[in-house]
């Protein structure tokens, strides 16, 4: 069978990858392409996990598409409610028609000469391996690693008789009623599972090593729900989406210039939440500062209703090991379980594990800067989607998307073949990608591309400078260049000229 080939490969059929698809088909309508998606499904991690209670951790006029309203009644919504939206915008604008299912990327190769992508891909269940080749590579796969999440060997594990689970592998149909219950961890995933499972387990704890910055937000935003009664459907969704950015970015910045006041405020929102003489101190004080790691959000304050049923308690302390029947902690205290959930973090990797090569010489991708966040120095006719930290992915993905199709049009206009972002020399100073603590983070620092200490090597965590960056900035600045004949290779050159603002 010939080998197919496109203008653009998306790879990627999540949030992400649905939306570029959405941005490439309207603003580049002559380009031909098509999106690889290793699982058999629409939906990335929406449709990867499926543990109790799984919802989004930021609202979804920021987390939806800026181009498709979100029209149900919760802003902080159910995984469910979050995977058939993206079904029905893929389905709706034809998106569906270009996903290529189980087709797993395994390596990609760039040639100068040719100036193309070949991409190797195999099937995930029969092992056979297909050829793609494209003029532009797009990698939307995020930075989870589907294979399996991050969980630590606990002393004592082979001799507990109860199910441990981790919540990236949740089985299907498992039945915790009446049984109790251990989550380790205290970021995200715990505190969400603790407040869907209360009401069926027996009991349930929450176990941290040490606490996490908690906040409660409304699961429905009133302002939201008062505008879509009174505006059109787009302009209502545009108008509570940019003040949930300017809220997000101005509390953001709030905590890193007022860090002592953000913690007390913080403070003073949990122990509303709970009961008199609560030890928050003890389980809501994290040793970090406000949104050195990511703030979890809780809707209607549900793992506090938890907390104060009595159906749920945290405990803050460190393990010493598994027994049989549970987990005996370095106090002495044993926490009995006959489930154990490690909510202990995901294991991250860069460009869905893929392997890079240009003209023949591998792409080591944890020594590449990341110019403008999204695409690799040295790596030609390629971008990578990376979101926000401090806010909802899909701000960034968004501008990341209209930026590639910025390039590609400009590269059409102007007879170009090949774009590339050049670092000439080693001696920019090399920090990680994502400006967080979080242990998934610090695990993955060595594999992931990393940032410089100024532009255009930054990944700047702030939507107002990055809309104006990526949407009106000049695209020949000297660093990323364009050739009409690619196959001189990464050779430097004299600009040829640059476009304006416009």
Not at 30 to 37: D, G, M, T, V
Request: proline residues 5%.
């Amino acid at each position: 069978m010939a080998t197919e080939q496109f203008d653009v490969l998306i790879i990627g059929a999540g949030l992400s990858g649905i939306g570029a698809a959405y941005r490439l088909q309207t603003l580049c309508p002559s380009k031909r392409y098509a999106i690889l998606e290793g699982r058999g499904d629409i939906g990335g991690t929406w449709d990867l996990f499926r543990y109790p209670g799984l919802r989004s951790d930021s609202d979804m006029f920021t987390l939806g598409y800026p181009f498709r309203p979100w029209q149900e009644a919760k802003a902080i919504a159910d995984g469910d409610s979050i995977l058939r939206y993206i079904k029905d915008t893929a389905r709706s604008n034809g998106i569906d028609q270009h996903i290529r299912f189980k087709q797993m990327v395994k390596s990609a190769a760039w040639s100068s000469h040719d100036a193309l992508w070949t991409v190797q891909v195999q099937h995930p269940e029969s092992g056979a391996l297909t050829t793609y080749r494209a003029n532009f590579l797009y990698v939307c796969s995020g930075y989870y690693d589907y294979a399996g999440g991050f969980s630590p060997q606990f002393p004592g594990s082979e001799q507990f008789k109860g199910q441990m689970i981790h919540p990236q592998k949740w089985p299907e149909n498992l039945d915790y009623t009446d049984k109790n219950v251990v989550v380790i961890g205290s970021g995200a995933t715990a505190v969400t599972l603790v407040p869907a499972m209360a009401d069926k387990a027996r009991h349930i704890t929450m176990l941290q090593r040490s606490p996490s910055y908690i906040a409660s937000l409304p699961a429905r935003d009133a302002i939201a729900d008062v505008l879509r009664k009174v505006l059109p459907e787009q302009r209502a969704h545009s108008l509570v989406r940019w003040k949930n950015v300017l809220l997000t970015l101005g509390f953001f910045q709030f905590c890193r210039r007022a860090p002592g006041l953000a913690r007390k405020l913080l403070r003073f929102g949990v122990k509303r939440a709970l009961p008199a003489g609560y030890a928050v101190d003890t389980h809501f004080n994290p040793t970090y500062q406000p949104w050195d790691q990511r703030l979890c959000a809780v809707p209607n304050g549900d793992l506090f209703q938890a907390l104060k049923s009595g159906k749920a308690e945290m405990v803050t302390e460190q393990i010493d090991t598994l027994t049989e029947t549970g987990i005996r902690l370095r106090s002495g205290q044993e926490l009995t379980a006959d489930i154990i959930i490690t909510a202990t973090g995901l294991k991250l990797q860069a460009c869905g594990g893929m392997l890079l090569e240009v003209d023949g010489v591998p792409v080591e991708i944890g020594d590449t800067l990341a110019y403008k966040g999204m695409m690799l120095s040295n790596v030609p006719n390629f971008a990578l989607c990376v979101g926000y930290t401090n806010a909802s992915w899909t701000l960034r993905s968004d501008l990341a998307s209209g930026y590639v199709c910025r390039v590609l049009n400009y590269m059409d206009e102007n007879g170009y073949k090949m774009c590339v972002a050049r670092q000439v020399g080693s001696a920019v100073e090399k920090r990680p990608l994502l400006d967080i603590s979080a242990g998934y983070v610090l695990r993955a620092a060595d594999v992931l591309p990393k940032q410089g200490p100024g532009a255009p090597w930054q990944l700047k965590q702030n939507y107002i400078l990055d809309l104006f960056n990526l949407r009106y900035s000049p695209l020949e600045d000297g660093t990323l260049t364009f050739r009409h004949d690619p196959a001189l290779g990464l050779t430097p050159r004299v600009v040829e000229r640059a476009v304006s603002a416009a």
